[in-house]
């Protein structure tokens, strides 16, 4: 084992992987690499802006990989999407542990650690789904349904799997179906008491990950493990947060809870035949009179609890306790008891616990409820409570206990990393000096709350300025609520032909999206895909396939499409993407900040839509000879007071507001394909 000394620095290890990868040496990834090696050794947070193209993963990989090997630690790595987790677990760690094997003196390992409900349970398979009266016919693998047979294909499945991870499965099976071979953290008997412990795929992942260096793992799980009490990731003193710009809303997700009449109900009926009638009826009851009150209450945003709702709760709550404690401590029960009485509590628990936490949540200004629903005769109402921010939380629980890099290619809006360090909980243009007189640079502890950090901009090696253009329709009547304008189909007309096809169109809604898509279709000589046509997947593989064709969508495809190439020179984005006004988490941090006397529309609307157009314009150069155009068809971009801060957030671009020298263009770099 080498000792720290003998490991050539981050800089020769980068220069070797570089080399090994078939890539060029690029300012930026060094700037990167040698800020997360200062970093790791400092104790000093740090976020790094680095742009499409720079080489960003290696750049962490690198300092990452070397203080595990030398200091036989674990660093995790936590993601947002599962596609840069398979990037990074199926080519670069592997290719990387290759190149650096003789460097580091031994070939580093590498694990990736998911939530338990993505691991197969084999004694969920081998015993069944729990027995719920009105669906128990639907949960029958043999049954003629499409359920049944994806049920039956998972049972089969589960005797070649050796990891027994869903995403492994392709084709991949619904929701419903998985639920029926996988349970969550709270359903699970434990190693130690299911017979099939020792055979845990979810067991032997961790074990994997506990012997790693590199744990890669996804914003989910990071946050269960800082936020919830219980340890899920393996011991590591460092952690790596890609796609940092997605960890607030991850973390809150997580945070989130959601209570319903048919929770209560399938809690009663889980725990009917282990206790006592009478008090599984009250249960039963309790989940009448909660569907009642919700079906009579509008869906939005709760300020204060209704009286009736808070009867409705109370009752719920109550009933719930009285069956966790009707249930009793655990006893020595053979094993489909155990897995019986798992199954109700963990149930009950969930009850209980949300119900308890809405009705403290008027009581205090740390979460936000409301109603949510969907409309038409089939509306299942239910309640969701979530945290009003997640800053002081992971300040206190991820932050506050070890070393955090963040990274993404969007993290400085309106010119600043301050908007987002903010919402992470750390302090506001940060002024870090280097610790010295310690042989790590780590500073002694102090009482100083604060965690220091350092923000980075290693920009790109693209040349924005000469390689797009970015047009705002500035001539355009702004948005207004009763879809698409006509104007704005007739502007994104003269675009896509002018282009030859080549577009990406982002809308802000689904409905924007399908109208843009059945008023384009039957004018246009190209093909326009649809989000929802087929899979995600594969519209973006037809899209970068066929130069000609155009994909519109929504959300998902203002930050997950890499298409380098001919095939994309046009990203059209319908309107500045603010949250809805009726949006019951953003209307309540913007009146949380606007009561601090703070402007609550630029530091939560105009942020959130930032992050959104950053990330969409992201889309238009993927490699270094891509050209083309981002044309946002809003014009209160170029109108409105906080226009700037959104320009401000974008890359770069040389921009205009005239159509014609935009259409110009597009014909230009047409014709040069």
């Excluded at 080489?55 to 036989?72: D, M, N, T």
């Excluded at 895909?529 to 130069?547: I, M, N, Y």
């Excluded at 064709?549 to 930050?559: A, D, I, P, V």
Aim: aromatic share 4%.
């Amino acid at each position: 084992m080498p000792s720290t000394t003998a490991i050539p620095d981050t800089r020769t290890l980068l220069a070797v992987a570089v080399e090994a990868v078939g890539g060029a040496e690029r300012e930026g990834q060094l700037a990167m690499a040698e800020a997360v090696e200062r970093a790791i050794r400092t104790g000093e947070h740090l976020a790094v802006q680095a742009g499409t193209g720079t080489g960003k993963s290696l750049a962490y990989l690198v300092p990452a990989i070397r203080h595990a090997v030398a200091e036989e630690a674990t660093v995790v790595i936590s993601t947002a999407t599962i596609a840069l987790q398979r990037q990074l677990v199926d080519r670069d760690l592997p290719r990387l542990g290759q190149a650096l094997r003789k460097e580091l003196g031994r070939e580093p390992r590498f694990a990736i650690l998911k939530g338990r409900r993505n691991y197969l349970c084999m004694h969920r398979v081998h015993t069944g789904a729990p027995d719920e009266p009105e669906d128990a016919g639907l949960f029958d693998p043999f049954a003629v349904s499409r359920l049944g047979r994806e049920v039956k294909r998972l049972h089969e499945w589960s005797s070649d799997t050796e990891t027994g991870d869903r995403d492994e499965l392709v084709p991949g099976v619904s929701d419903q179906a998985w639920k029926q071979v996988s349970v969550t953290a709270r359903e699970c008997l434990g190693a130690a008491k299911c017979p099939i412990g020792q055979d845990c795929f979810a067991e032997r992942a961790r074990a994997e990950a506990g012997k790693a260096d590199i744990v890669v793992t996804n914003h989910a799980m990071l946050a269960i493990d800082a936020l919830e009490g219980y340890q899920v990731l393996p011991d590591h003193d460092v952690v790596v947060i890609d796609e940092a710009h997605d960890l607030v809303d991850r973390v809150t997700s997580v945070a989130t809870e959601e209570l319903s009449a048919s929770l209560v109900a399938t809690a009663a009926r889980r725990c009917g035949r282990l206790i006592d009638q009478s008090v599984a009826d009250r249960m039963a009851e309790a989940s009448d009179g909660l569907g009642m009150i919700l079906e009579d209450a509008p869906v939005g945003r709760l300020d204060s609890l209704p009286q009736a709702l808070a009867g409705a709760l109370r009752a719920t709550k109550d009933a719930a306790h009285a069956c966790i404690t009707s249930l009793g401590p655990d006893r020595k029960e053979d094993v489909e008891g155990a897995t019986a009485r798992k199954l109700a509590l963990s149930l009950l628990d969930e009850v209980h616990d949300c119900a308890a936490r809405i009705l403290e949540a008027f009581d205090d200004d740390h979460d936000v409820v409301w109603v949510s629903g969907d409309s038409g005769v089939n509306r299942t109402p239910s309640l969701r409570v979530a945290p009003l921010g997640v800053g002081g939380l992971l300040r206190e629980r991820l932050f506050g206990k070890r070393t955090t890099i963040l990274t993404s290619a969007t993290l400085t809006l309106g010119g600043t990393f301050d908007t987002l360090a903010r919402q992470w909980g750390l302090p506001a243009s940060s002024q870090v000096r280097k610790a010295e007189g310690t042989a790590t640079d780590k500073e002694p502890p102090s009482d100083v709350s604060q965690p220091r950090w350092q923000g980075l901009d290693v920009g790109s090696p693209f040349e924005h300025g000469s390689s797009g253009i970015l047009y705002v329709a500035r001539h355009l009547p702004p948005p207004g609520r009763d879809g698409l304008p006509p104007s704005y189909v007739d502007e994104l007309e003269g675009l896509v032909n002018a282009a030859g096809g080549r577009t990406l169109g982002l809308f802000s809604s689904m409905r924007a999206a399908k109208a843009a898509t059945e008023a384009l279709r039957g004018k246009l000589e190209y093909p326009v895909l649809c989000q929802g046509d087929d899979s995600t997947g594969q519209l973006v593989k037809r899209f970068a396939e066929d130069p000609r064709t155009c994909l519109f969508g929504t959300l998902s495809l203002w930050q997950g499409v890499d298409v380098p190439g001919p095939a994309l020179q046009l990203v059209v984005m319908d309107r500045i993407p603010f949250p809805r006004p009726d949006d019951p988490l953003a209307s309540a941090r913007q009146k949380a900040v606007e009561s601090r006397g703070g402007n609550g529309f630029l530091t939560v609307a105009a942020t959130h839509a930032a992050l959104l157009l950053a990330q969409g314009a992201g889309r238009l150069l993927r490699s270094m000879n891509d050209k083309g155009v981002v044309a946002i068809l809003d014009p209160r971009l170029a109108t409105a007071r906080y226009g700037g801060f959104l320009r401000a957030s974008l890359p770069p671009f040389w921009t205009t507001y005239d159509p014609e020298v935009v259409r110009a263009a597009l014909k230009r770099l047409d014709a040069a394909n």
